[in-house]
């Protein structure tokens, strides 16, 4: 999934579990770089509103996955999770 400036949640596909995040990108110098992130409880108040910069958490919330802090420009975003259980 490509993250755009200034959105911090995006919809995701029915899921069972995620099983890892990682965020890639063009950092100074044009050295690209890859970052799995932390996942965080949803209502976790330990993020500052309105900060900018390169994800480095995620929040599940219902269908919609949001990334702290906001992205402050185009980032690739690899989600691996597994798809839903389905009960016979």
Partial sequence: ?????GRPRYKIPPHTDIINVVVNGNQRHNQMV???LVQVAFGYDGKPKGQLGMPRQFAI???KIEFWPIPDKAYQV???????IQEF
């Fill in 78 to 84: 690899k989600v691996r999770y597994t798809p839903p």
């Fill in 1 to 5: 999934m490509k993250l755009r400036k």
């Fill in 61 to 63: 919330i219902g269908s």
């Fill in 34 to 36: 890859a970052y799995a």
